[in-house]
C-alpha cells in the first residue's frame, strides 16, 4: 500500500473511531450543531449555536433520537454542557492542544441532523498563546485550523492525527474555524458542574478608558499611556467599600498595568480572585493613590 493510500486509511479509521463520539443536537434554532461526548453522560458543544434551553434532543451515532438536559454554558468560552443519560456511548479520548503545531494535520468531525457522518481535514495554520474573547472569557490558546466550517461542524471536535480530540471547534470572525482547546473545555466544565455557573469576580464599577497627560505619566512613572475611569460606583460594592470615588483612573491592579476595560475582565473572569484582596492603584488628584479591593461574586444575569 503506498504512503498516500496508508494515509487515507488512518484518516478514515480515525474519523470512524472518534465519530462514535460525536452527535448531532438539535435546540430549535436554524443552525445544525454537532456535540462531543466528553465524558460519561456530558456532552459539550458551542453555546452560541444552541438556542433554547427546553426541549433539546440529540441524535446518536446510531440514529436513536434521546433527549438532553442542559448543565449550563459559558457564553465567554462559548461552551454549553448538556447532560444525557442511562445512555451507552463511547467517551472521546481527549488529548492537549499545547501538542499542537503549525502544519500538523488535523481533522474536523461533525454529525448531521440526519444522523451522518461528516468530516473535513486541513492543517494547523495559526496558534498562539492565551487569549480573550470579545465577551472576556480567558481561552488558553489561539487555534486556527484550516478547515471550512460547512454546516454542522460547529461544536463538533478537532482531531489530532493520533486520534485525540485537542478541542471543539467554532465559528471566528468571518466564518473562519476557531478551536477551543480541551484545557479551557475542562476548566469551564468543571466550575459548570460544580457550581452551575461560572465564577466572574466583581467590583462594582463602570469604567470606560481615558489617555493619560504626558506629563502626568512622566510625574508618577507609569508605564501605560491610558487608564480606566470610574464614571460610576455601585452602593455597597466592594468598590465602594474600598473607598474608590468618582474620578479616579485606574492604572494598575496587582501591579499589572491596566491601559482599558479589558485588562479588568481578564482579572475578574478568571474567578479565581472572588473572596481575595486585589491592590488597586488609582490616580486621583495628580497623585498614586493605592486602595485595597475585597473581589466580590458577579450577581447572577440569569
Not at 87 to 114: F, M, Q, T, W, Y
Request: proline share 4%; no cysteine.
Amino acid at each position: 500500500m503506498s504512503s498516500l493510500m496508508a494515509l487515507s486509511q488512518n484518516l478514515a479509521d480515525v474519523v470512524e473511531e472518534v465519530g462514535t463520539t460525536v452527535v448531532s443536537i438539535d435546540s430549535h434554532t436554524r443552525m445544525s450543531t454537532s456535540g462531543i461526548h466528553w465524558r460519561s453522560g456530558i456532552i459539550i458543544t458551542s453555546d452560541e449555536n444552541l438556542g433554547r434551553s427546553e426541549d433539546i434532543t440529540v441524535t446518536l451515532p446510531d440514529s436513536r433520537i434521546v433527549s438532553a438536559n442542559l448543565l449550563g454554558r459559558d457564553p465567554s468560552t462559548d461552551v454549553a454542557v448538556l447532560n444525557l443519560q442511562a445512555v451507552e456511548l463511547p467517551v472521546a479520548k481527549i488529548g492537549d492542544a499545547n501538542s499542537l503545531k503549525v502544519g500538523h494535520l488535523v481533522v474536523a468531525i461533525a454529525r448531521g441532523n440526519d444522523g451522518n457522518l461528516m468530516a473535513a481535514m486541513g492543517a494547523i495554520s495559526v496558534i498562539r498563546g492565551a487569549w480573550r474573547s470579545m465577551s472576556g472569557g480567558n481561552i488558553d490558546q489561539f487555534i486556527r485550523p484550516d478547515i471550512t466550517l460547512y454546516p454542522g461542524f460547529v461544536g463538533g471536535p478537532l482531531v489530532d492525527a493520533a486520534g485525540s480530540v485537542v478541542g471543539m471547534n467554532t465559528s471566528g470572525r468571518r466564518g473562519t474555524a476557531l478551536t477551543i482547546p480541551a484545557a479551557t473545555i475542562n476548566r469551564v466544565l468543571d466550575q459548570l458542574l460544580a457550581k452551575g455557573r461560572i465564577t466572574r469576580g466583581y467590583l462594582g464599577v463602570g469604567m470606560q478608558p481615558v489617555r493619560l497627560p504626558k506629563n502626568l505619566k512622566a510625574a508618577l512613572h507609569l508605564t501605560s499611556a491610558t487608564g480606566v475611569i470610574v464614571v460610576n460606583v455601585e452602593a455597597n460594592s466592594p468598590a465602594e467599600n474600598a473607598g474608590v470615588l468618582l474620578g479616579d483612573v485606574l492604572v494598575s491592579l496587582d501591579d499589572v498595568p491596566v491601559s482599558d476595560t479589558g485588562d479588568v475582565l481578564a482579572l475578574l473572569n478568571s474567578g479565581d480572585r472572588v473572596g481575595k484582596t486585589v491592590k488597586a492603584q488609582v490616580v486621583r488628584g495628580g497623585a498614586l493613590v493605592e486602595l485595597a479591593i475585597a473581589v466580590g461574586e458577579r450577581p447572577s444575569q440569569e
